[in-house]
């Protein structure tokens, strides 16, 4: 058992075409950390240039959105992550 | 009251049940603001237009260009160049002749965004940028109306409405100011998101079904999927925290 990743069409562009990524990771930064090395494309899109998550990111775990640090979410083998950049366009 | 023509003009959505009569008198005397005139406020106009709506005020700053008429449908070929509060107001007259309208060509600001808004029983976010979307989330908290907010990148939207001290506002899940970027988009993208913003504004207005309330729904035009983000207030939130 592992994390999932979901990835929007945003996402999916970088990772051609990737809908679910499995990652192992005890946190949000962990498993996001993983799917990034994974995948170089998607690394600006969820880390600035101190390697930290990017400050327009939203997380939700489990469809619930997280609040503070979510580096630190905790998360455990089941649960699914799905990274959600500030989007502007109008 | 209701004229013999608006009965007939709006009689099948006055027939759906929990509508009637009395939720298009609602729709007659509501005033509704609408941030951009582009991609989102162009659905967002005409359907609200063509809902029977009351009182519109549409604020954009902009001039049309070639490269906006993939999504723009209030605009067309020969409205190039001119502004598109110009264009919007001559095509939503005609629409709808008996809606007061207000498009203004203003650029909305901390300075000047209070007295834009005021009086307007919701505010409708149709911008193209995250700054302008915080000022005017910041304008609904401060006046208690409720904000519609809908944003689109490629074939990806997302919706939600604000309830003022009650829901979680835009700035409970979304922080900073990225650099601006020409985004992709698919004309159809916007106008689905456009539509369900519409949709939104119509219910709360008439007072029916349920809000995208402390939810983000977020359309995938790729996969052709809708999911749903549970959200809450942020206690230490920048706008709205403390906001009963």
């Not at chain 2, 009965?7 to 298009?24: D, H, K, N, S, T």
């Not at chain 2, 951009?36 to 009351?54: D, Q, T, V």
Request: hydrophobic share 40%.
């Amino acid at each position: 058992m592992s994390v999932r990743v979901k990835l929007s069409a945003m996402f999916q562009n970088a990772t051609g075409g990737l809908k679910t990524a499995e990652c192992n990771g005890s946190t949000v930064g962990e498993c996001l950390k993983q799917l990034a090395d994974r995948y170089p494309a998607i690394k600006r899109m969820l880390f600035d240039e101190s390697d930290k998550l990017s400050g327009y990111l939203a997380v939700s775990v489990n469809g619930k959105s997280q609040q503070g640090d979510l580096a630190r979410v905790p998360v455990k083998s089941g649960d699914e992550i799905y990274p959600m950049i500030l989007i502007e366009g109008g | 009251m209701l004229t013999p023509n608006e009965l007939e003009r709006y009689g099948r959505q006055i027939m759906m049940v929990g509508f009637g009569e009395a939720g298009q008198e609602k729709l007659k005397k509501a005033k509704v603001f609408i941030a951009g005139a582009g991609g989102l406020g162009s659905p967002i106009a005409i359907y609200l237009a063509n809902a029977g709506i009351g009182t519109m005020r549409l604020v954009d700053f902009d001039k049309l260009e070639l490269s906006n008429l993939n999504r723009q449908i209030l605009h067309w070929p020969k409205d190039v160049g001119r502004l598109k509060v110009d264009s919007a107001r001559e095509k939503l007259n005609a629409m709808n002749p008996e809606m007061k309208l207000e498009a203004m060509n203003e650029t909305i600001t901390e300075d000047n965004v209070l007295e834009l808004t005021k009086g307007f029983d919701v505010i409708v976010d149709a911008m193209d940028n995250i700054k302008t979307r915080y000022i005017l989330n910041g304008a609904a908290i401060k006046q208690g109306v409720p904000f519609v907010h809908g944003a689109i990148y490629g074939l990806e939207g997302r919706a939600m409405t604000v309830i003022p001290g009650k829901t979680a506002c835009l700035q409970c899940i979304y922080h900073g100011i990225p650099p601006r970027a020409k985004f992709p988009v698919l004309g159809v993208t916007p106008a689905v998101i456009g539509c369900i913003q519409a949709t939104e504004v119509i219910k709360y207005l008439v007072g029916i079904g349920e809000l995208l309330a402390n939810r983000i729904l977020i359309y995938d035009g790729l996969n052709m999927k809708f999911m749903e983000i549970n959200v809450s207030r942020n206690p230490n939130c920048e706008c709205c925290a403390g906001v009963r």
